[in-house]
């Protein structure tokens, strides 16, 4: 192999890049349009959801609860009339409303505790609260002899801990891995339709010489876009992180790597720009649903499960979750499983990909 | 390998599907020979230069350059090629490309030289997405020439190319094959053929006939290259 050759190509992709600047834009500016959006979301929304009381209880217990409710961080209690409730779930202003009848204490005082809660039921995410806050004012009525106070302690984490470190951390790994393997495949894929792909081949380049270029001028922006998106995480969102920045980095550089590679083999297979972009959801989203991301793994069905076993984007995100959420560092064997596994699909890649790479046309 | 030859196709045979598009041609090009290949669209010219090259495998046949059995990828170092479309980096200079396509040949490159030869000294630094049709016509031949190739496979290079500046080609083409370099080119422009010292007639994949202009126009009783073509090629002038 031939180092002067794989620099001309490094070299050549660069100067493209250089070129290319809506290119760069998708590659630098994207990442944290991406990021700011997911972290407005989760941190930047009113979380808590608008619930009616109506307090109809002729005893004091009805008035204690509905007070606990008003204090509630996870509810925004809105006082409402008992008959106006429907109407407003219809009408979208409330995701549910509680209701204390008339005999709520007297029942309170025979050991039957019977609020009334309606709920509007179509989103199930937004019930939790409800019943959570809820579950927590009830506490209010136990008699003044017994404290409900919990000692909770966290292994990992925190109380502070939100959605946003949670996905944070594997949306740094995979933002890199979906931007680098589209420009990976489009651009190679353009070698082919341009004609240079030909020219290239009647050259004394080695198929080997052509990947390794490729993948080093791409490995250099993607690094590039890594720090910068490692950096905005931490620094930015502020997002969790208990490891070392250095492993973080590690596993970002080898999501980079699998990406272009994954790029340069899956670009034998297409022939026009077009049909290379159908690998995206035919590729990329899968992973996305079964890696771990939005669900986790072990409440998948278990026939799922053996799938995610075998995607090498579970073990980047599980990978990347250890270091920043646990601290896990490399003496631990399951960062040492999942690091193993997403570098032995590098090298599974980059030779699929030399091996796919043909240098006859017929 | 005997290097007597620049390009010694042996009986050469290949097939895509149904169609044959090489059907058992032999051709012999001499070093420091400028030689066209001509034969009407589909004929088999583009392929037999992808088979000298060694981007198209031969089912039966042998394929030599400069003395090497093709495939051989040291010898192609050799070797310039320029493809029928202008197959270049749209996204950066011209100057760029040449210094990339000299590069992966393990050349340093004449870039000033070839530069001066097509007339794009004025537009080096330009994006080549920039230049006319034409322009990148000849940036393309730039690459091709750049490495100083020993051999040089030209398919239809003067297309788009205006014909002040194609009569320039020719005589640089003419300098080179002086200086030792040896050229295949494929036309159908009968002008062109005309500078050639030998022509191959190519139609379905067969070499129907070879020899100088003046062999080619003797060897179908007429006096026009065009006329010959079409009488030796089975198709009437009128």
Redesign the interface.
């Known amino acids: 192999m031939?180092g002067?050759?794989v620099?001309?190509?490094t070299?050549?992709l660069l100067?493209?890049f250089r070129?290319?600047r809506r290119t760069l834009a998708l590659l630098f500016v994207a990442p944290l349009v991406i990021l700011s959006l997911l972290g407005y979301l989760i941190r930047g929304g009113t979380s808590a959801p608008d619930v009616g009381v109506a307090n109809q209880d002729q005893g004091p217990a009805g008035a204690t609860v509905a007070s606990a409710l008003e204090k509630s961080s996870k509810i925004h209690a809105v006082t409402i009339n008992a008959a106006d409730g429907d109407a407003k779930l219809k009408d979208g202003s409330l995701v549910a409303y509680i209701v204390f009848p008339p005999a709520f204490s007297q029942l309170a005082q025979q050991s039957t505790i019977a609020p009334e809660i309606h709920l509007e039921g179509s989103q199930p995410g937004a019930q939790a609260p409800v019943l959570q806050a809820m579950q927590d004012a009830l506490a209010s009525l136990a008699s003044s002899a017994i404290r409900f106070q919990p000692h909770i302690t966290y292994l990992h984490g925190g109380p502070n801990l939100d959605q946003l470190d949670y996905f944070g951390a594997a949306f740094i790994g995979l933002i890199l891995f979906f931007l680098v393997f589209v420009v990976t495949i489009v651009s190679f894929l353009r070698e082919r339709s341009?004609?240079?792909l030909?020219?290239?081949?009647?050259?004394?380049?080695?198929r080997g010489e052509i990947v390794v270029g490729y993948m080093l001028g791409f490995t250099i922006l993607a690094l590039v876009q890594a720090v910068e998106v490692l950096l905005f995480s931490l620094y930015v969102l502020k997002v969790h992180n208990e490891g070392n920045v250095l492993l973080i980095f590690g596993f970002e550089v080898l999501m980079a790597i699998s990406a272009v590679n994954l790029g340069i083999f899956l670009s034998m297979f297409a022939r026009t720009e077009f049909q290379a972009v159908q690998f995206i959801p035919l590729v990329i989203v899968p992973q996305v649903l079964l890696c771990g991301i939005l669900f986790p793994i072990s409440t998948e069905p278990q026939s799922l499960q053996y799938v995610s076993d075998v995607l090498p984007l579970t073990y980047a995100v599980n990978g990347l979750r250890d270091v920043m959420l646990k601290g896990a560092d490399l003496t631990w064997p399951s960062l040492q499983l999942d690091a193993g596994i997403v570098a032995g699909f590098c090298v599974l890649v980059i030779f699929a990909g030399i091996g796919t790479l043909r240098?006859?046309?017929? | 390998m005997s290097e007597a030859f620049a390009v010694d196709v042996d009986n050469v045979v290949k097939s895509f599907g149904t169609l044959r598009a090489l059907d058992g041609i032999t051709l012999r090009v001499r070093q420091g020979e400028i030689y066209g290949l001509l034969g009407p669209n589909g004929s088999g010219k583009t392929t037999l230069i992808r088979a000298v090259v060694g981007l198209i495998a031969p089912d039966s046949g042998t394929v030599a350059v400069l003395g090497h059995r093709m495939p051989d990828l040291n010898i192609l170092s050799s070797v310039g090629y320029m493809t029928q479309a202008a197959a270049l980096y749209p996204d950066i200079s011209v100057e760029e490309n040449l210094r990339f396509f000299a590069a992966i040949s393990g050349a340093d490159g004449n870039v000033d030289e070839v530069l001066r030869v097509v007339e794009l000294e004025q537009r080096r630094k330009s994006v080549v997405a920039t230049l006319s049709g034409g322009m990148r016509q000849r940036c393309s031949l730039a690459c091709a020439l750049v490495h100083r190739p020993r051999l040089l496979l030209l398919d239809e290079p003067t297309v788009g190319v205006d014909p002040q500046l194609r009569v320039q080609f020719w005589e640089h083409f003419r300098e080179m094959a002086a200086a030792g370099t040896t050229i295949l080119v494929s036309s159908h422009v009968m002008d062109e053929a005309e500078r050639c010292q030998r022509l191959g007639l190519i139609r379905f994949g067969k070499l129907l006939a070879e020899g100088s202009p003046n062999e080619v126009r003797a060897a179908a009783g007429t006096n026009n290259l065009e006329e010959a073509f079409l009488k030796l090629s089975g198709r009437t002038s009128e």
């Open positions: 031939s002067h050759r620099a001309a190509i070299r050549r100067h493209q070129h290319d341009q004609g240079t030909e020219r290239l081949m009647a050259s004394p380049l080695r240098r006859r046309i017929a």
